[in-house]
Antibody, heavy 121, light 108 residues
Framework: EVQLVESGGGLVQPGGSLRLSCAAS????????MSWVRQAPGKGLEWVSA????????YYADSVKGRFSISRDNSKNTLYLQVNSLRAEDTAIYYC??????????????WGQGTLVTVSS | SSELTQDPAVSVALGQTVRITCQGD??????ASWYQQKPGQAPVLVIY???NRPSGIPDRFSGSSSGNTASLTITGAQAEDEADYYC???????????FGGGTKLTVL
């Protein structure tokens, strides 16, 4: 069974940083592209970033480019999102997602339950 | 354009068929994926690619596309289908993923 468990969220002041993690199990982690998607309270879904299975290709939404960094450790089956220079508008539940198949990209399939990031002074 | 447009709300009578649409220029070149999200839960992928359903998704869910419009059809809507539905696809550059604003489906 695919499991994705996010952690690392919390309350942080504007300008602060966090490192979000997503522990994956139940599938061959290195064979799948992975994504981070966020959802502000009461709002819709917003794609944040994606990374290829090898980690060699990364992509970012314009709203986070230069502030966020996606990475993965295939030896630890873990996906990361380093979030820096946080703003109030970054407040959201951050979901990690595994691509639907080994040949798709930008098709988040299985999703974790999310970790809440709150940016406030 | 990098936008995907969805109707904010749609309703359907129990057992009837409903179509939820998603419009955007990028859909002329990329397939849409569709997600169901119930309150307090993570999204669930229901359709991707030309018309692919992940394991466990009922066959009353189907997808189609024409021009700049992608559609999710629920044939014989059930009470448990009441949820928010989001489409997404790559943007025209192919290097970003874009979500529609979501459609709240009410089953009457």
């Amino acid at each position: 069974e695919v499991q994705l468990v996010e952690s690392g969220g919390g309350l942080v002041q504007p300008g602060g940083s966090l490192r979000l993690s997503c522990a994956a199990s139940g599938f061959t982690f290195s064979s799948y592209a992975m994504s981070w998607v966020r959802q502000a309270p009461g709002k819709g879904l917003e794609w944040v970033s994606a990374i290829s299975g090898s980690g060699g290709s990364t992509y970012y939404a314009d709203s986070v480019k230069g502030r966020f960094s996606i990475s993965r450790d295939n030896s630890k089956n873990t996906l990361y999102l380093q979030v820096n220079s946080l703003r109030a508008e970054d407040t959201a539940i951050y979901y990690c997602a595994k691509d639907a198949t080994t040949v798709t990209f930008f098709v988040p399939g299985n999703w974790g339950q999310g970790t809440l990031v709150t940016v406030s002074s | 354009s990098s936008e995907l447009t969805q109707d904010p709300a749609v309703s359907v009578a129990l057992g009837q068929t409903v179509r939820i649409t998603c419009q955007g220029d990028s859909l002329r070149g990329y397939y849409a994926s569709w997600y169901q999200q119930k309150p307090g839960q993570a999204p669930v992928l229901v359709i991707y690619g030309k018309n692919n359903r992940p394991s466990g998704i009922p066959d009353r869910f189907s997808g189609s596309s024409s021009g700049n419009t992608a559609s999710l059809t629920i044939t014989g809507a059930q009470a448990e289908d009441e949820a928010d539905y989001y489409c997404n696809s790559r943007d025209s550059s192919g290097n970003h993923l874009v979500f529609g604003g979501g459609t709240k489906l009410t089953v009457l």
